[in-house]
Structure formats: C-alpha cells, structure tokens
C-alpha cells in the first residue's frame, strides 16, 4: 500500500520559518515525481512546490526564494523548508507523487495544517 504522511504543521508568526515533513511508504520517492501542494480556505489547491526524478524544481510565483523542496533517498522522505511565511502562506500542506511529469499526481497524504498570524 502506498502511503504518504505528512508532518511539520503549526502555528507560527509571520517571518517565522517552517519545515514539513512528508514520510513515504509502499513508494520509493527517487523513482517518483514528489510535489508539495496548498489549499487554503475557499480556494482551489494549488502546486507549491515540485521535485522531478530527474532533480528539476518548481516553484509557485509566490513562493520563490521562500521555500525549497529536497527529498532524502535513503530515508525515503521529502521536505518542504519554507522560510520568511506570510499569513497568506496559511493553508493545508499536501504531499503529493507521481510517476512522471506526464502522469497525474496519483498519491496523496492526508495534510498538515500551515496557520501563520501577523
């Protein structure tokens, strides 16, 4: 069973810095596409951050030079460091993974919450 976990969650200040945690089991994230995605209240989920097989990032507009993906092969995780937040950086984190960059994202965790106050 493939299963993704996130973790790393919280309530933090503006300016703060965060990093989630996204465990997975049943899938080997180096021979996956991992992606980090958001939703906020009200709005549509949106891809925040991706990390192709082959190494290439991604980043939302938003989040340039804020945040960074990276994965630990040998640990099977993938990371979200995300620093300098905004109150609009407040979401539901999701990991997510794919088999490539054609495929769609086929396997999701089950969120962690990002609330950061002014």
């Known amino acids: 069973q493939r299963q993704l976990v996130e973790s790393g969650g919280g309530l933090v200040q503006a300016g703060d810095s965060l990093r989630l945690s996204c465990a997975a089991s049943?899938?080997?994230?180096?021979?996956?596409?991992m992606g980090w995605f958001r939703q906020a209240p009200g709005k549509q989920r949106e891809l925040v951050a991706s990390?192709?097989?082959?190494?290439?990032?991604n980043y939302a507009e938003s989040v340039k030079e804020r945040f960074a993906i990276y994965k630990d092969n040998a640990k099977n995780m993938v990371y979200l460091t995300m620093n300098s937040l905004k109150p609009d950086d407040t979401a539901v984190y999701f990991c997510?993974?794919?088999?490539?960059?054609?495929?769609?994202?086929?396997?999701w965790g089950q969120g962690t919450q990002v609330t950061v106050s002014s």
């Open positions: 049943g899938l080997m994230v180096s021979a996956f596409d």
């Open positions: 990390l192709a097989i082959i190494g290439d990032t």
């Open positions: 997510a993974a794919r088999y490539s960059f054609r495929a769609s994202w086929e396997y």
